[in-house]
């Protein structure tokens, strides 16, 4: 029909649901109506006749794998476990009732004619049809609940992913290096999808020309046709080795973007056009960039079996299935991925790495037969944990040491250590300006989830060689690397099983509000500054997050309502709970916002007091690392409450003052109450300098009270240390 026109939808709504329903499985043909005209008004045509096309073409891609699996079964014939239908074999049923969605057949177009695949197992012809994927039902109330769940996790994972140059950078690093290893594992194992060939050297080689030309290509939209890498790319997006989600847009989304086109065309200059046409070209680039990230590890590697004589079919599944395949997933993938992000990619990722390492390779013994010895992914693992002793032991020993006698590599959060290799700085001095306080840099080099455990079973040998670690501390840690690698559900470091579990069990959109009334982030720190034990301050006088705006206006409010610095009004509220659950739903984009501005901010004059470190500039961040006075705090509270905790027994007899480890509590506790009256006493100090004194008394004096807030918490650190764990080395 030359002239046809899909008066499809509803013009009330634009709803077009009608003949998405099965729009994932093959069946071209079933998706078009009878044109017998209509009473109701419909939907815009246009609208209609692009929604149609990209369903047809879905369909399409979803039918030309569908003739793969026919062409399969049809070659290798096996009746009890399947029958194959042609259009001129007798079936058992009519075709309608093969085409219902519970049936055991699955039906494949071929010359537009019609091929039934009858399978014994009706499960198999479900996941085939995609019948068998978890649904919420048909509760509307359920349906809209679990819409905006999904739409709001689209929009956390793209915050925490997509659109966050810090994890594409590390992500970019540990792409390589679990590519590495899968692909020495896929060489050497008996099956593998690279055996009996050796393509590692030129697949790593490759990386840099492949991510070069997928930067031109997809997001410069530079035309590379004379490039030799041109062929290669056409045959991996041909033979599907691209791994995103073929997401299907609604007819309202066509419709919205169809206006703006037109609007765009009568050269409309409104600010909601131009708005519209900015966030269009950063999503262009934003999109662009990740997939030449994404995909150029599994380029390089696809262009390296091409050119050892793989065929192109088994060089993009190589390539799709290197690291985690995100087109993958199970029946209830799209429900539990809706309230755990990245559910799916923790199960594949633990699926890959199993296959990596469990296999053993085989070598002829030259008599007809073979012996089994270590795959080379299985050798470079065993590596790591050796390399890993060793590092940790030169970091230790050319690194700069603090005034509590500990050594920075010591010092560093163990978040950090697990998912890093670190190489601290040997040329560390003093900075000018600034007492006593090393300038202590260190490089990160992200690691690959799942084989970071060996690394950190490296690093946790040695502290408890040198008694940083208790044998039972360095188990935790090496724990809590396997949970967090291999359990789909996040954990993250924690100070007790039970808030660890409590973080892991909520789900993810409302994880942040867990956190708050737990007190306790993903990294195992305070959410909000607590006040000293018997200090007398209002809550929102506590912040330490956020912009002097933001922090003002919490004051205000509370002031407003009766209170005052030190007392309560009746809306008194820590400002950085709310600061906490903002920034966990924005994710690495939203930090990176907040970290760029406050780049700006300084450029402009302001933050001139800021005491900046690598942390607080993106991508930055991502392979260089500095300690952190937070640490010190963080120790002196974790040391404080354990010294409580032991006098506390110690007066009620459930052990005696003589016990090792228990003689000095007392003494600590009584130190610590001095010290929690001191730092009181700094942080006024600090409040009045910043708002009543003029430069230069008051950068002299600001640097002065946080030299003495440091070294009243490094004094005290330095006393548990020694009197209650025991360590003689920090005299």
Excluded: C
Aim: no cysteine; hydrophobic share 35%; charged share 25%.
């Amino acid at each position: 029909f030359p002239s046809y026109v899909p008066l499809s939808g509803f013009a009330v709504d634009e709803s077009l649901d009608a003949g998405y329903t099965h729009m994932h499985q093959a069946r071209v043909f079933s998706e078009m109506k009878r044109a017998e005209g209509r009473q109701t008004e419909a939907a815009n045509p246009l609208d209609m006749i692009f929604a149609r096309r990209y369903q047809t073409v879905m369909v399409g891609e979803k039918n030309r794998a569908n003739v793969r699996l026919l062409n399969l079964l049809a070659s290798n014939p096996q009746p009890d476990l399947y029958k194959i239908y042609g259009p001129k074999d007798k079936a058992p049923m009519s075709e309608s009732k093969m085409r219902s969605a519970d049936s055991p057949f699955v039906e494949v177009v071929v010359g537009a004619k019609s091929f039934f695949i009858e399978f014994a197992n009706e499960g198999m012809a479900r996941a085939v049809n995609g019948q068998n994927v978890l649904t919420v039902g048909d509760n509307k109330a359920v349906q809209r609940i679990y819409q905006f769940i999904r739409t709001f996790g689209r929009f956390m994972s793209a915050s925490f992913t997509s659109y966050s140059p810090d994890f594409m950078g590390a992500n970019f690093v540990r792409d390589i290096q679990t590519g590495v290893m899968s692909l020495m594992a896929e060489q050497e194992i008996v099956g593998g999808q690279a055996f009996g060939v050796n393509i590692v050297g030129d697949a790593v080689k490759g990386v840099r020309p492949a991510f070069s030309y997928l930067a031109k290509t997809v997001v410069g939209q530079v035309d590379t046709s004379s490039d030799p890498l041109s062929k290669y790319w056409q045959e991996y997006q041909d033979e599907g080795a691209i791994t995103e989600w073929p997401y299907q847009r609604s007819p309202d989304q066509y419709k919205d973007d169809i206006d703006v086109i037109v609007r765009m065309s009568n050269k409309e200059q409104s600010a909601a056009i131009t708005a519209k046409r900015a966030v269009a070209a950063l999503d262009r680039y934003v999109g662009g960039t990740n997939q030449a990230i994404e995909n150029a590890t599994r380029f390089s590697v696809f262009v390296a079996a091409r050119k050892a004589g793989i065929d192109a079919e088994q060089a993009a599944f190589l390539a799709k299935e290197l690291t985690v395949n995100f087109n993958r997933s199970g029946a209830g993938g799209s429900v539990v991925n809706s309230l755990y992000l990245f559910f799916n990619a923790g199960v594949q990722g633990t699926a890959k790495f199993y296959r990596t390492l469990s296999s053993l390779q085989q070598v002829p013994d030259g008599r007809g037969g073979y012996y089994k010895r270590l795959n080379s992914a299985q050798k470079a693992a065993a590596g790591m944990t050796m390399f890993a002793f060793f590092q940790a032991a030169l970091n230790d020993a050319f690194g700069p040491e603090d005034d509590d006698g500990r050594t920075f590599y010591e010092k560093i959060p163990d978040y950090v250590k697990e998912r890093n290799m670190l190489f601290v700085n040997p040329f560390a001095k003093k900075p000018k300006g600034r007492k006593a306080k090393w300038e202590d840099y260190y490089f990160k080099v992200p690691l690959p989830y799942g084989y970071n455990i060996f690394h950190n079973m490296g690093a946790a040998t040695y502290d408890v060689t040198m008694d940083y670690r208790s044998p039972g501390n360095a188990a935790m840690f090496m724990t809590s690397g396997v949970v967090n690698s291999f359990v789909p559900v996040s954990f993250g470091q924690s100070s007790s099983f039970d808030k660890q579990t409590y973080k892991a069990l909520t789900p993810t959109m409302a994880r942040p509000f867990t956190e708050v009334v737990i007190n306790e982030n993903y990294f195992g720190t305070q959410v909000y500054k607590e006040p000293f034990p018997g200090e007398e301050v209002a809550d929102a006088s506590l912040s330490k997050r956020g912009p002097e705006w933001w922090k003002d206006t919490f004051k205000f409010i509370n002031e407003a309502t009766g209170g005052n610095e030190f007392e309560s009004g009746a809306l008194d509220v820590n400002p950085d709970k709310l600061w906490h659950i903002g920034a966990y739903w924005t994710g690495g984009t939203g930090k990176f916002i907040d970290r760029t501005a406050n780049i700006g901010r300084a450029a402009m004059g302001y933050d001139d007091d800021r005491d900046w470190n690598p942390n607080d500039f993106p991508l930055v961040r991502v392979f260089l690392g500095s300690h952190s006075e937070f640490q010190d705090m963080a120790d002196y509270y974790k040391f404080r409450s354990d010294v409580n905790a032991k006098a506390k027994a110690v007066k009620e007899g459930v052990v005696g003052q003589d016990t090792e480890g228990y003689e000095s509590v007392n003494v600590l506790k009584d130190i610590g109450f001095k010290v929690d009256k001191q730092l009181r006493q700094v942080r006024k100090d600090l409040e009045y300098a910043k708002k009543n004194m003029e430069e230069p008394k008051r950068t002299r004096v600001i640097n002065d009270l946080e030299e003495s807030r440091r070294m009243l918490l490094l004094n005290y650190n330095k006393q548990y240390l020694k009197y209650v764990k025991g360590r003689t080395d920090l005299d």
